[in-house]
Every structure is written in structure tokens, then in C-alpha cells.
């Protein structure tokens, strides 16, 4: 960068007026403050800032007579990298870039516009069946798996409001150029802004989640136990468990309640009748979450319960990523069919 731009720029044909190019101060401020900054690190997602920088516009203080001011008018692009996690398992990940336009002195307005990395690098899809009569943006999106879609959504829920604050911060260090140029004859650095510690929040809301699960587990249904005990024993042949508030910590306790993968065809109930399979398990309006979900997936996929033959999870907090799972399991137990619910709709065919 010459010299000119980065000592800024002097209109010398108006009386009493300066110019000082801040684009350099603008490129280190992003570098310092927005590069790698990890804004968001919880137990579903992590997303941080890969890159930013000045894609259009200028930044100048402008001195005339005896007042300075910055005046700026920036478009910014700030790419991104997200991971959808599972506790220690990372299920997939994104890139993509947000576009900032109309970052200005005069206005309070400036719109994100947050893209895969998929909408602005990869071709439409050629020939795919089924994207006649989609709108563009739905084609572009067609090329994208649901865990890029499911994070690019994240991104615009979670991400932005902790990127605005800190552009909002860019825009204090911006007005403070003109008072410390007049108090000390000089431009100021900018400043680091503090980094974000994701411990402290991590731990409060695993505290929040325990104290919540504990209230819960006392709101559980007196049915519950009665309920696993005929399960056990072989009594019953629907695991009707709906609307009992179940959380995750009573995942485990089901598991270990399910018939096992290898079941006497001849035993018979404590009551002395033939004990009955286990034909089908319903868990909906429940609390139940993606990671507690896995303990029963990982038991059905081994075996448990083999005459299991629909699932039903209506109105519980499974996402899209306990859906492809779903997918999964049904390619190996191959005779469960997960019944369509409002959250979860998957079209699986018995066999």
C-alpha cells in the first residue's frame, strides 16, 4: 500500500478542510477484533469468524476549521465456520461469509445478509429431478446437505447478535478518533476488544440444565415405573410412554428396560402367561434432546428390542440431525418405521 494511503489523503483546493484515509485503520481493527474470534462455543454449535474486511466504501476524518469528524460508508464481508456437535462429536460443518452493506456514519442500518458457502461457489444442480419450478435461491440450496442448512440457520440465529456488538463496538472506536486527535495531535490504535470466555456460559448452562432436569424429574409421571416394570417383565407390548415428563436422564433408564436382542421364544411372564414383544415405543411430548436420544439409537441399532416395530417421537426437541439418524437406524432394522410426527417426518418403507 503506498504511502499516500497509508498517511492518508489531503484535499488542498477547499479552504481549511483535510482528509485522513482510515481504510488501514479499518483493515487492522478487523484483523485485531473479528479474525478467528470464536463468537460462539456451546454444546450444539461452535461458529467463528474465518475472515473479514472491507469490501467497498471508504473511511476518512475529515478536518475543517476547527471541527474533525469520521465519515464512512463500508460494505464488509465476514466469512464463517460452523460445527453442529453432539458433546464431543462433531456432526458436520459449514463455511459461508455474511455481507454487511451500508455500514455508515449516518445510519444505524446496515443489512447482514448470512449465504452458504454453497450459494456463492458451487454451480446449480444440473438435471436433478425434482427442482423444476424452485425459485433459484431453493435450487442453490438443493446442492447443500441438512446439516449446512440446519448451520447457516444458525448462523443467523445465534452468530449475528454477538458479531453486531462488536461492529457496534467499531463504531465507538470510530468516534473517539476525532476527540484523541484533538487531545493529542494523533490517530489512536485501535483497541483489542476483550475475547470472549465460553467456559463460565458453558458451565452456567450445564448448571441450568441439571437444576431444570432435577425440578423435572419430580414432575415425572407416577406411571413411569409401573410403566418400565410391565416392559421388563413382559406384560405389555406398547411402550406408551407419552406426556410423562421424560428428559434425557430417563433415556438410560428405558434402555436398560427393553427386551434384549436375543429373547427365549418360550418365557414366560411373572404371572405364568407368555411374555408379550415389545412391538412398538412411543416417547412423544417429552423432553427429550439429540444427545439424549443416542443411548436409545445405539441399543436399537445392536439388537434390543427386536420385535420393535414403530417409533413415535411427536412434539419432543429432536432436530433435524436426530432425523437423519432415524434414517440411519431404519437401513439397519430395517422392519421399524418411524411414524410421521409434526417435528420429525421421514418416509421410510417396511420391508
Known sequence: MSSEEELGKENRERFHWEE????????QWLEMNINDATLIDNEAHKIRCRESYRDDGECVLQSRKNEMFVVYGLDLIVKWYAQRRLGDRV????????????FCSTLDEEEYIVQGEWQYKRPLSQGTPGLEGLDA?????????????????????????????RLQELRTQLNRIPIEKANTGSIPDPQPLPKIDHLPMKRAEASTREFVQSLKAQMRSPNFEARLEEIRTGTRSDGDFRSMCLTDADIPIIVAALPPK???????????????????????????????LQPLLCALATGAAPSLRTLRFDQTKLSDVAKKQFIGLTSIRKNITLLSSPSISVDVDDE
Open 91 to 102: 456432526l458436520g460443518e459449514a463455511r459461508g461469509r455474511i455481507q454487511i452493506t451500508n
Open 20 to 27: 485522513r484515509d482510515l481504510t488501514a485503520w479499518i483493515r
Open 137 to 165: 435461491g431453493s435450487k442453490i440450496d438443493a446442492d447443500a446437505s441438512d446439516i449446512e442448512i440446519d448451520l447457516r440457520n444458525a448462523v443467523s440465529q445465534l452468530f449475528l447478535g454477538p458479531l453486531k456488538q
Open 262 to 292: 436375543k429373547k427365549n421364544k418360550n418365557e414366560h411372564s411373572n404371572n405364568g402367561t407368555k411374555s408379550k414383544d415389545l412391538t412398538s415405543l412411543d416417547l412423544s411430548y417429552n423432553e427429550i434432546t439429540d444427545a439424549g
